[in-house]
């Protein structure tokens, strides 16, 4: 018999060494499971924080009293009442202002009704609530607004609205939308991806089809690696000293006959977020390149294709599904990124909407860092419902990737 | 290693070497492939039997810091001139794959995308069903053309692969190991094939399945590696019968009763 035979336990001792084995494995087994659960943990922390912002009760008076204005009640009144409480008693500069913006006779019942709030009666927040203080301390909370502000009225808000969504940016925290950031977010990743997409998807293809695999290509692809790990706010340096300062003529427009604008754009924005994820893009479009098997190139080599053939008919059509959601997902970095749009400029407060790609801009994570920063909390909570939007968006491009995927996956 | 019953040579090599950087991977061979005939390339794995048949439209391009020494000809130009394109090579010396390699797109396109990018200009259809009738498919997929070709079996995907090779038309048929994915029923009808495209084109195969080489080819290289186990080289070519009842060689004679290899 082989010698080493005497050297493995048997019986009893084996299974004792079996039931050591079992005990190793079960120890790393809780490990693992803990760390998910720390994840999932800070995940849903994540989510509880944000919604408990978004929502509760908010005690709030009437600096005027609406009867002094109309002897209705403000909720039953219909549009040209409303158009004439508003004539009556703006000042005409303001009224024609407002006219100016948008004819006042063609604005909606709710615009009307935000306005008469907002400029005429004038809503003072006196203190709000969280969502899990709200449920949990009702009473409470409304026997001390009872005891504090006699005068004001108490409701339980949710403070994303459509309405949120659809106005633009206002001092008053209960009147401001986030319309403005989520345009100027969608121009910016917009023209990210226009730069960025055919340029990354370029230099990708040569890369992995004709790039020898020498020295220098070599340290190439070392250092694309590297850059998508640089810091975004180096980009956003990058971003101010290229793009903002040295092509301004091109960034502010002049060069196209635009005058009123500096390089702090919404074009400066997006080719800093441009560059920022370009590395991101490249390397996942090489990724999508390498994913196509070579079994399918000698396939078109073999009948006769050239190089550039077999790329462009075999290559990158299986690749591009790959490509695209590569992309998708480097653009959700680029919506979710504050330091460089703040370092090439985006304004704090601005109320119109970008109309180009030279208008100045704010975007929705500059926005709800500016939120966050002041002092009063019914502007927490409406940078918690500005932070929901954002999340939305940002799963709405993650799924589209999914699908994409899942739509397009080839089995070779 | 003379062949000594035809005239006619569809390929010659003079004295040939593929290397891989600095290592020979096939050394020194010497063989006239006779037109219109199937020669056969056998012997034990890693002795350069794929090397070789890739060699012969340059598909060995592709491995980077691969080159070729000797000569390979063709209508005695030789393959690997400064003045000839390997495409132009491709175009003449059709290749078909261990493992079926279709496009992922629908049967009919499988076929015209070759000859598309080759600047065919006759009747697409016309070209589309003839190949597929001499690759003995068309009766199989006549009603599914527009379908994707992944959707057929191992072995119509195989000849689907050869119906795509002979549609531009090529002079030689490179086989390396086509059947070797596929079942004994695919496989014959493989075999079956070949007996019929011989008529018509010049054919290579490389395999390791001693009987497909015995059953189907006219000739046979046997392969070994060099005695200093570096580098593959062809020890025996001659008829397949000769190889196979009365071998010259030695080592091709253990090889091929199985006491080797």
């Known amino acids: 018999m082989n010698p080493n035979h005497d050297h493995f336990p048997e019986g009893d001792s084996f299974r004792q060494s079996l039931s050591g084995r079992y005990r190793t494995a079960s120890i790393w087994r809780t490990l693992f499971l803990s760390a998910l659960v720390i994840a999932i943990i800070s995940l849903a922390a994540l989510l509880y924080n944000v919604i408990d912002g978004a929502f509760g009760y908010v005690a709030y008076e009437y600096k005027n009293d609406p009867a002094e204005f109309t002897p209705k009640p403000l909720d039953d009144l219909n549009q040209p009442e409303l158009l004439a409480i508003l004539k009556a008693n703006l000042s005409s500069g303001a009224y024609n202002k407002l006219n100016n913006e948008k004819p006042m006779e063609k604005r909606s019942k709710a615009d009307l009704y935000t306005l008469t709030l907002e400029r005429l009666i004038q809503i003072d927040t006196k203190q709000n609530w969280s969502l899990t203080e709200s449920l949990l301390r009702g009473a409470e909370i409304r026997a001390e607004v ?109 060069l196209f006959g635009v005058t009123d604008s500096n390089g702090r754009t919404i074009f400066s924005a997006g080719l800093t977020m441009g560059v920022l994820v370009l590395p991101l893009i490249i390397i996942n479009a090489q990724e999508a390149i390498k994913a196509v098997p070579d079994s399918l190139r000698q396939a078109a080599y073999g009948v006769g294709a050239t190089k550039w053939q077999t790329v462009w008919y075999h290559v990158l059509p299986n690749a591009i599904a790959g490509i695209l959601t590569g992309s998708i997902l480097a653009l959700s970095r680029a919506l979710g990124e504050t330091a460089p749009l703040i370092v090439v400029g985006a304004s704090t407060f601005i109320s119109l909407d970008p109309d180009g790609p030279f208008s100045k801009f ?51 | 290693m003379q062949n000594t019953h035809s005239k006619e040579y569809a390929i010659e090599t003079k004295s040939l070497f593929i290397f891989y950087g600095s290592f020979a991977a096939v050394s020194e061979v010497n063989i006239k492939i006779e037109k219109r005939k199937i020669t056969a390339i056998i012997g034990p794995s890693g002795c350069g039997k794929s090397t070789l048949l890739r060699s012969f439209n340059r598909m060995n391009d592709f491995v980077p810091s691969s080159y070729v020494t000797g000569e390979i000809r063709l209508h005695g130009q030789n393959l690997y001139s400064k003045d000839i394109d390997p495409v132009e090579v491709r175009r003449k010396i059709g290749m078909v794959f261990q493992k079926p390699n279709p496009f992922p797109k629908s049967i009919y396109e499988n076929i015209a995308w070759g000859a598309r990018i080759n600047g065919f200009k006759g009747n697409m259809d016309e070209l589309v069903e003839q190949s597929l009738r001499n690759a003995a498919l068309w009766e199989e997929v006549r009603d599914k053309l527009k379908k994707s070709a992944y959707e057929l079996s191992g072995g119509q995907q195989q000849r689907l692969c050869i119906a795509r090779t002979i549609a531009i038309q090529p002079e030689i048929i490179l086989m390396d190991e086509p059947a070797s994915a596929l079942d004994p029923i695919a496989t014959l009808k493989i075999e079956e094939l070949m007996q019929e ?65």
């Not at chain 2, 018509?200 to 392969?223: E, G």
């Not at chain 2, 001659?238 to 010259?248: A, Q, R, S, Y």
């Open chain 2, 197 to 261: 495209l011989k008529k018509n084109y010049t054919i290579i195969i490389v395999t390791h399945n001693m009987q497909q080489a015995a059953r189907v080819s006219d000739y046979t290289a046997m392969m070994m590696l060099t005695e200093d186990r570096r580098s593959g080289t062809v020890i025996e070519y001659d008829d397949t019968k000769k190889i196979f009842t009365n071998p010259k060689d030695k080592r091709t004679e253990d090889y091929v009763t199985g006491r080797f290899g």
């Open chain 1, 146 to 254: 009872a005891e504090k502000y006699p005068k004001a009225k108490l409701e339980f808000r949710s403070w994303i609205t459509p309405v949120f969504l659809t106005t633009p940016m206002s001092s008053k925290a209960e009147f401001a939308g986030v319309r403005t950031a989520i345009l100027g977010s969608l121009w910016m990743v917009g023209i990210a991806i226009l730069f960025a997409l055919p340029i990354g998807t370029g230099a990708a293809i040569y890369l992995q089809e004709y790039a020898d695999k020498n020295f220098i290509n070599r340290v190439i692809q070392t250092n694309i690696n590297n850059l998508a790990g640089v810091p975004s706010i180096v980009y956003g340096m990058l971003g101010l000293a290229i793009f903002v300062r040295v092509l301004e003529p091109l960034t502010s427009g002049s």
């Open chain 1, 362 to 412: 704010t975007a929705l994570p500059i926005q709800i860092y500016q939120w966050t920063t002041r002092a009063q909390s019914e502007f927490h909570a409406i940078a918690a419902s500005a932070i929901i939007v954002l999340l939305v968006l940002l799963l709405t491009l993650n799924a589209a990737a999914i699908l994409l995927r899942n739509r397009y996956q080839r089995k070779y």
